[in-house]
């Protein structure tokens, strides 16, 4: 019997944008890590974790030691590529527009979320604990450096980031059982993630908070 | 030949003590977050990671993944859903009584480093290094909590909480070797963890300190 | 087929030196610990932490679980009773020469980053994650110290420590590549790396950081 597809087996793509989703969080990662007064060293770590900490996080929660992110050397070169290049060409890359920038984020959160999420399920997680470690795999890199930083990671605070990381992640979860072919509910979480973080950051929402 | 009783063999009790001690702390946590400007994403993780790091970082630790937390949807339903209502219901969670969620805690706390030292055993830890995941089964979710929300962990400067568990843990281990049955080892160190836990709140003992 | 032998084999030297340096990295832990106004408990959490964090995140990220750490008794006795005489003969370790401690230290991470590396390409690691894997085992315990210590982990922002442990474990990896039997890469490795921490001391080297 053949098993259905899954946004996983879509190898060339989902790499593809997996490395560039590395990248654009390994230069976010040097620019707060340079602000911070870090030397060289301190940058690489800091856009190694960004870019990789929450897939790694992801595969030792699930028990998939070790991680992609340390068998395929791609991931790691990325990041320290990306990170290395920000760090010496910090003036060309505040060039890029940062509108390119979110676009590229959102597109690789909302793969990171749902990708993660079919992860656990293949791993025997419960539906609740698939959407969370969807999630993680989403935000894990940035909660590692802000913390690394020794600040309050920024995504439990303002914006709407991590929800849309487990909105998607929920909303693939939910087309699966609802009879949806797998590769087409993760393309509907991802497509969700996506949308509700660009119009989020366009219209300026924010999650409440206690007064 | 028939395996000796465990503590966690009585799954029905432990069970409710262990997701009741996680509607605590996951209470807790919420407020400590509520007092830095969380928003309610922030709120939540907050919970969550209150109610089951520790519990996460033990099944992490001696390789049972993924953590029983990801497995059993009981759990992170449990962190969540008290979580939500506590960030909703701030001003009636205040009216519970502070003395009831201390004894509540103290006998989470007792539970949680027995059955952690108790599994650490079993994945063949040595006595000592089961002490050490029995404690970090009991506060590390307090650490966490307190590392998001850039904080020295208070468990680390003042009060009789981790050592309390430690010595619940050590208890339990040495009752085994003086021959005392599983189960009784077992309730004999929690009751101590949670006798000196109650002991040292209301007599206000804190631990020596360097001058 | 005999394999070739590999530093690791070399057992009790390596076990002799590694716990020296568990023992040295306590004792900084617990200076540390001190300095922030932790009572014993959190003192002796540091130390242990200070000790043994590196390896036991090694250990967590390839797979090998329970960590090393957890199972042979005599690394967490190490780190306890390091911190444990630390924090109570503190004026006697301060009369230990500073340079003997650089020295110890310095030749712990060379050992710990190439043994790392080691064990990390065993376990079907990528060369470069291999690398990384090293330089994580040399200094993932003095990250999560200062990071329990609510600071920016030093070896982020100054000196050459972790590049040295980087550097040793790329060493070991490039010798073997070259058909250098395995022994030697890791003695080759392992002293580049304490010789590039010492002259660095030694001469006040930082990395370039940005402007």
């Known amino acids: 019997v053949?098993?259905?597809?899954?946004?996983?087996?879509?190898k060339g793509l989902v790499l593809a944008l997996d490395l560039a989703g590395a990248a654009v969080a390994a230069q976010e990662g040097v620019g707060a890590a340079m602000a911070n007064r870090l030397d060289a060293f301190g940058v690489l770590v800091i856009a190694f974790v960004a870019a990789l900490g929450g897939g790694i996080a992801r595969d030792v929660l699930i028990g998939q030691t070790p991680p992609r992110a340390l068998r395929?050397?791609?991931y790691p070169a990325t990041a320290l590529v990306a990170g290395a290049a920000a760090f010496a060409f910090g003036q060309w890359v505040?060039?890029?527009p940062q509108a390119?920038?979110?676009?590229l984020d959102a597109a690789a959160l909302g793969l990171l979320a749902v990708a993660g999420a079919e992860k656990s399920l293949d791993q025997g997680l419960s539906w609740l604990a698939?959407?969370?470690v969807g999630?993680?795999?989403?935000?894990?890199g940035g909660v590692m450096r802000d913390m690394l930083l020794d600040k309050i990671p920024a995504v439990l605070t303002r914006d709407?980031?991590?929800t849309a990381a487990l909105a998607g992640a929920a909303t693939m979860i939910v087309a699966r059982r609802l009879g949806?072919?797998?590769v087409w509910a993760a393309i509907l979480g991802a497509v969700l993630c996506f949308a509700l973080r660009m119009v989020a950051v366009n219209l300026g929402w924010q999650l409440p908070r206690a007064v």
Chains 1, 2, 3 share one sequence.
């Open 135 to 140: 999630g993680v795999t989403g935000v894990g």
């Open 72 to 74: 395929d050397w791609r």
């Open 2 to 10: 053949a098993k259905r597809p899954t946004l996983r087996q879509a």
């Open 180 to 182: 949806v072919p797998n």
């Open 100 to 103: 390119a920038l979110i676009t």
């Open 160 to 162: 709407i980031y991590a």
């Open 94 to 96: 505040q060039a890029i």
């Open 130 to 132: 698939a959407i969370l």
